[in-house]
Each structure stands twice: as C-alpha cells, then as structure tokens.
C-alpha cells in the first residue's frame, strides 16, 4: 500500500538558518505532493503543491523539491524565524481513488531557536 | 469567507458514550472528508461524503458513521466509545481533488 514517510525526529535550527525536511514514497508514483503546516491543537494548512513534471517550486521563503527518481521530497525554509516553528505535513492524494483523499505522513516538527 | 468551521472545538467523553462532531464546509465547497490524528501522527482518513453520499470509507469500523446535509455541511459520529478513539478530528472541504482546506479540528477525550 502507499506509503509516506517523514522523519520523525524534530529538528532543530538556530534562527537565520535554512531548514530542510525530507518526505519519501514508497508504492505508489504520486501526480503530486502537498506539504502542510500545523501548530499544536490546530488543524493543517496548505502550504505548497509540486507536481510530478516540476522539480522545483518556490513561495516567499519556501522551495519544494520532487525527485521522482529517489521517490522523495524535499522542504526548504530558508532565512528561519522562531514563528516557523510547527509540524510540517507532507501529504500524497491517493492513487485507488480519484477522490482526493490524502496519505499523510506523520510530519516532522521544526523548532527555530533565536 | 469563514473557512472551514468545526463544533465544538474540545469535547470530553466517558468510554462507551457516544459522539457526534458537525463540520461547515468553505463557502462553495461540496466534499467534505474527515480524518482522525492521533497525538504525534499524521492525519488518517475516515471517510468523505459528497452529493450526501459516503464516497470513499478508510480504514475505520462501523462505529464511525457521517452524514452530509443538503447544505454540504457535514457530522461524524463515533457510537461505544473507546479510549483508542481519543484524538484530534479533523474536517476537510474541497470542490476538486488536489485541494484540501481543512478545519481547526475537535479535540476528542474519551476517559
């Protein structure tokens, strides 16, 4: 079955650096991915979407990468602020349906120390 | 526009109770999906409800039923709790597939 999977140590980084968060899938070759931001008790919110024919995609101080050779995902936050500090969700819609329902990952959650 | 709205926002319930959440979809939004996190883990889906019909089911017993109402809001409710069902529920609109705007989300205590 698909699969996603993030690492699920948090990370930590000191204000100022670029942060990088890996996603990897297993069975499945996704048209696209999603990554997601929550803070605690709240629900997701959409960050960016990268699809398959795009290597790279940017917003503001986010790049998103997709290799569809290593099956993997990378996030960037470059230039990090204490107020980027949450979990971040990568997420693939699922290939049996075409109702757009999401495997999720079990995030990675980011912590910017000043 | 007020987003996706969810009610009510923490719940605490006794093990065998039963519980219903209610979920308001973004304005223009006709799908709603729910799905269940658990502390320290990604969202799990539930089912999704569309034209008030239960589209898609995951991997989730009989005890998790839903319902969408002609104004594409939506309930989902869990009958015998059980301690395991302790969790964050979420609500997700969307009027195609790649797009998912989810709720703030209920958080389910069952003691």
């Known amino acids: 079955s698909q699969k996603i999977e993030q690492n699920s140590e948090a990370l930590n980084i000191q204000e100022g650096k670029t942060a990088t968060l890996t996603c990897n899938y297993t069975n499945y070759s996704p048209a696209y991915l999603q990554w997601y931001r929550q803070d605690p008790g709240r629900g997701p919110v959409f960050l960016l979407l990268?699809?398959?024919?795009?290597k790279e995609k940017r917003k503001e101080r986010l790049k998103v990468t997709f290799d569809t050779t290593l099956k993997q995902s990378l996030f960037h936050i470059t230039a990090s602020q204490p107020a980027d500090s949450a979990t971040y969700l990568c997420a693939q819609r699922d290939g049996s349906s075409n109702t757009g329902k999401l495997i999720f990952g079990q995030g990675t959650t980011l912590q910017v120390k000043p | 526009d007020a987003g996706v709205t969810q009610s009510p926002t923490h719940l605490i319930k006794t093990r065998g109770q039963q519980v219903t959440l209610r979920c308001s979809p973004k304005?223009?939004?006709?799908?709603v999906s729910w799905y269940q996190q658990a502390l320290g883990q990604g969202p799990q889906f539930i089912f999704q409800y569309y034209e008030e019909e239960e589209r898609q089911r995951g991997n989730f017993p009989d005890r998790f039923s839903g319902h969408q109402f002609p104004n594409y809001s939506s309930e989902l409710n869990v009958n015998a709790l059980l301690l395991g069902d302790s969790a964050l529920y979420l609500c997700a609109s969307s009027r195609s597939p790649s797009e998912a705007f989810f709720g703030q989300g209920t958080r389910l205590t069952v003691v």
């Open positions: 304005s223009g939004h006709d799908t």
């Open positions: 990268i699809r398959e024919n795009e």
